[in-house]
């Protein structure tokens, strides 16, 4: 039993929903972040979605984007960005999720990628525009790799097609609340009740659902309905506004502890 899903039966036995925290390596430079990083870590989330920054993050708002540009401007690289997770992962036994676009991961060359992700201790790759009909090259390079690559379902996914990438999936599947992008706002729990419902039908995985989640309330709204919820432009929310602060690893710490208590006994 690899760590997501030792985290997953941990979180299903405590009767919580996970809390899974996105955040761009290296914002806003490499020794703050990996500070926060650490701090967030130990405060309350039960897995860790590290993003690798990227000129061209199309799925995702402007707050995001901005991290990544920020990151970039300090050099970071998928390279620097799995330098970080080895440093993380000796701090913290929780899952280390990457969070990426295929196209730094085709650049650096995906067998390398696989050996330097596994190596460094990460669990898992999430990448947001690659599809199950155009990921063998990806797919077929995970040579004995215990390394999940983490599939999306979208609220306009039909049924037949939530099934299809179901029999792809390992380790959670990400079901995107709404259309449009990171945080964006607006959240229908409605929706998200149907479309978790369909999606139970199609996969035994545990669903974390993301996208639009930014307050204490909306957390508790959704783990009440999903395994996992994702949060990321709120965390990099919090960053950018207080990016002269010396305590701001204090402040992404306590924000984790809120939102930690709010995704407790309702799985």
Do not use: W
Not at 6 to 21: C, M
Not at 144 to 161: H, K, M, N, Q, S
Not at 230 to 255: C, M, P, Q, T, Y
């Amino acid at each position: 039993m690899n760590r997501i899903e030792e985290t997953f039966k941990r979180l299903k036995q405590n009767k919580e929903a996970g809390l899974v925290g996105f955040v761009t390596a290296g914002d806003p430079d490499i020794a703050t972040s990996e500070r926060i990083i650490t701090g967030m870590c130990k405060s309350g989330l039960d897995i860790l979605e590290l993003g690798i920054p990227f000129s061209d993050p199309t799925a995702d708002g402007p707050v995001i984007q901005r991290s990544s540009a920020r990151a970039l401007a300090q050099g970071v690289n998928i390279g620097k960005v799995l330098e970080m997770t080895a440093i993380i992962r000796k701090q913290t036994p929780i899952p280390i999720i990457l969070f990426s676009y295929y196209n730094p991961i085709h650049a650096y060359g995906v067998e390398k990628f696989y050996h330097d992700a596994v190596g460094a201790g990460a669990d898992g790759v999430l990448l947001v525009d690659l599809p199950p009909e155009e990921s063998d090259e990806m797919t077929s390079q995970n040579q004995g790799y215990d390394f999940d690559l983490i599939r999306l379902v979208a609220p306009t996914t039909p049924v037949e097609r939530m099934k299809y990438i179901a029999e792809f999936a390992k380790g959670f599947l990400y079901l995107v609340s709404k259309t449009g992008v990171t945080g964006s706002d607006g959240l229908d729990t409605g929706d998200i009740r149907e479309n978790m419902r369909q999606l139970r039908l199609c996969t035994r995985l545990p669903i974390c659902v993301g996208f639009g989640i930014s307050t204490a309330e909306d957390v508790a709204a959704v783990a009440a309905l999903a395994d996992g919820v994702v949060i990321g432009s709120a965390f990099e929310r919090l960053i950018e506004e207080n990016l002269d602060d010396a305590d701001l690893d204090l402040l992404l710490a306590k924000k984790v502890k809120v939102y930690k208590a709010a995704t407790i006994n309702f799985s």
